[in-house]
């Protein structure tokens, strides 16, 4: 009997034991599982496994892009690409916008209107598109959309006209596709919405506006043609832009002259900045000290004062439109014989920050960058607010919110300085069209009205 109980008593502890050995295997698996291994067991033993977890990538939000233009070609070539690299990778450059259709009018993506603009001459952005977008950097596709030198000439309907008939051209001899026509529009929506499938975060409209270059008295768009219905004709197709890309969370953003966001009449081109801001996410004014006549906003020469410059254009754009649309576009590059390196674009930058403004794009036609104007990826945070004192130093204004719509007009007239050279690749016509706009604004031109 005894030895009965002794068995018994034997067998039991025997079975805990077996029974805390199996609980504690399962409890040590359920900790391996929760971080991040797994656990394998066969009849010779147990082998763990660890599951590689993948590295989470936190993507940029559209609020706090730092940009720079590349063209369809830059993005293609291995020279850019290293070099694009280094600043994405090294500098607080987290965003590219690469030109999707540029003012000559050929497009890399197919099956838009019958192919007719499509050109194997142009290389596909996918490939970079796909690598920018796997490192959770920003992707915004550049589209010009009214100067286009391809589709006015295989559809002439969809064209601005001369008088007579022919084609109407600007002075780089380049044909405009009519905001007017509903085909033209159609046919610029159709390749954004493509566009936005490819897999970018934003479309980016430029050209979005009536000519300023050339004898614009003789185009014909055969309606009445005013500053009114000519503003209200660009808000119509942003409307319609809206339309077609917000159920794809695409954002919208467009370029707009810089003198926009202290000019309050359409400058003769359709360009009411008020208005269009909106019907999109964000405004990128086009202000480049360079493009700017000397004495305006009472700088004698803004382009050797780039933080005046930005400063006042972008408070005047403050006191018209949100701040947090508000995305400029700076200059890196140098023109008139003034050279632009890491002391001007840094401040262009700063003016930024000092007027509340944390998100921007640069623009070097040559897709060149100045790595020492950037801050490094470590410091990306590291800007501060300029005191106020210093401000009005650097201003050398007493009062620069009331000086800011006040303009020079006749200190130091521009002489003019010949055409500008084109690099490969590169839009060149922003700082000609921008003055040819704010010339005709200051005598007064009127837009035609004839059909």
Not at 249 to 278: H, N, P, R
Not at 435 to 441: D, E, F, G, Q
Request: proline share 5%; glycine share 6%; with cysteine.
């Amino acid at each position: 009997m005894k030895k009965t109980v002794t068995f018994l008593i034997l067998l039991t502890a025997v079975f805990m034991m077996s029974n805390n050995l199996f609980s504690e295997e399962i409890e040590s698996s359920e900790i391996l599982v929760e971080q991040g291994e797994i656990v394998s067991q066969s009849q010779e033993g147990t082998n763990t496994e660890k599951k590689v977890e993948e590295k989470h990538i936190e993507n940029v939000s559209p609020d706090m892009v730092k940009g720079m233009h590349l063209t369809v070609f830059a993005s293609a070539s291995q020279v850019h690409k290293t070099r694009t690299d280094d600043l994405l990778n090294n500098t607080e450059m987290n965003a590219v916008v690469i030109d999707i259709k540029e003012i000559d009018g050929k497009i890399s993506v197919k099956n838009v209107a019958d192919g007719l603009s499509y050109s194997t001459d142009i290389p596909s952005v996918l490939p970079y598109l796909k690598n920018v977008k796997s490192r959770g950097m920003y992707a915004i596709a550049r589209i010009v959309v009214f100067r286009d030198n391809v589709m006015p000439r295989k559809r002439p309907g969809l064209a601005v006209k001369n008088p007579d008939g022919t084609l109407w051209q600007d002075k780089k001899k380049f044909t405009w596709l009519n905001p007017y026509k509903q085909e033209a529009v159609d046919y610029i929506l159709e390749l954004a919405e493509k566009t936005a499938d490819m897999g970018f975060d934003e479309i980016q409209f430029d050209y979005i506006r009536f000519p300023s270059d050339g004898n614009t008295k003789l185009c014909r768009y055969g309606v009445e043609h005013s500053s009114v219905t000519a503003s209200a004709k660009i808000v119509d197709f942003l409307k319609q832009a809206r339309k077609r890309l917000s159920p794809k969370g695409i954002k919208i953003s467009i370029d707009v002259f810089g003198l926009t966001t202290t000019e309050k009449s359409d400058m003769g081109i359709g360009q009411k900045i008020v208005e269009m801001t909106e019907q999109v996410d964000y405004v990128s004014p086009m202000i480049y000290p360079s493009h700017y006549n000397n004495g305006e906003y009472g700088i004698p020469n803004p382009n050797k004062e780039p933080y005046r410059t930005v400063y006042i254009a972008l408070q005047g754009a403050k006191k018209r439109i949100p701040a947090e649309k508000l995305r400029p576009w700076l200059q890196d590059f140098s023109l008139k014989g003034v050279p632009y390196g890491p002391k001007e674009i840094n401040a262009q930058i700063q003016a930024c920050y000092d007027c509340g403004i944390k998100t921007w794009l640069l623009w070097n036609s040559a897709c060149k960058y100045t790595k020492a104007g950037l801050k490094s990826k470590e410091n990306q945070y590291s800007y501060t607010k300029t005191s106020d004192e210093k401000i009005r130093e650097l201003l050398k204004y007493k009062d620069p919110n009331a000086s800011m719509q006040t303009r020079a007009n006749n200190v130091n007239k521009p002489a003019n300085t010949g055409t500008v050279k084109k690099t490969a690749g590169a839009s060149v016509s922003r700082p000609v069209a921008q003055k040819t706009a704010r010339n005709n604004v200051k005598k007064g031109t009127k837009t035609a009205t004839k059909k």
